[in-house]
């Protein structure tokens, strides 16, 4: 009995780690919050705010989008060529986190975005 507890207990975890390990859809980010994720999707569109914050947002255009991504002034000089990612498929990883009603991650290096 306690071999088939420790057989179940080694399945679930298996099926538990390849779940997690899988890439969030950016509609379904909003479950994610508070844990470091990966989310693949198509960028809808990248923008420059007056300050100099850049969004990458997924699901939609602003402010229609379902995600973004969030490059604020202090790390754009790191990504010199974000705006060539709208309408590329990418993955962005990080903690989401929830900004005025909607998940994003905060990117701060070009080792979280990955183009498939």
Do not use: C, W
Not at 16 to 23: F, G, P, R, V
Not at 102 to 108: A, R, S
């Amino acid at each position: 009995m306690f071999r088939i507890a420790l057989v179940s207990l080694g399945i679930a975890l298996m099926v538990a780690t390849s779940a997690h390990a899988e890439n969030v859809r950016p509609k379904d980010a909003g479950h994610y919050v508070g844990v470091h994720s990966t989310i693949e999707g198509e960028v809808s569109q990248v923008s420059r705010s007056g300050g100099g914050t850049t969004f990458i947002n997924f699901g939609g255009r602003f402010p229609n989008h379902v995600f973004y991504g969030v490059i604020f002034r202090d790390h754009a000089d790191q990504f010199p060529d974000v705006f060539a990612l709208e309408g590329r498929t990418i993955v962005i990883e990080g903690e989401v986190q929830v900004y005025k009603g909607k998940p994003q991650i905060i990117l701060t290096s070009p080792s979280q975005i990955h183009v498939r």
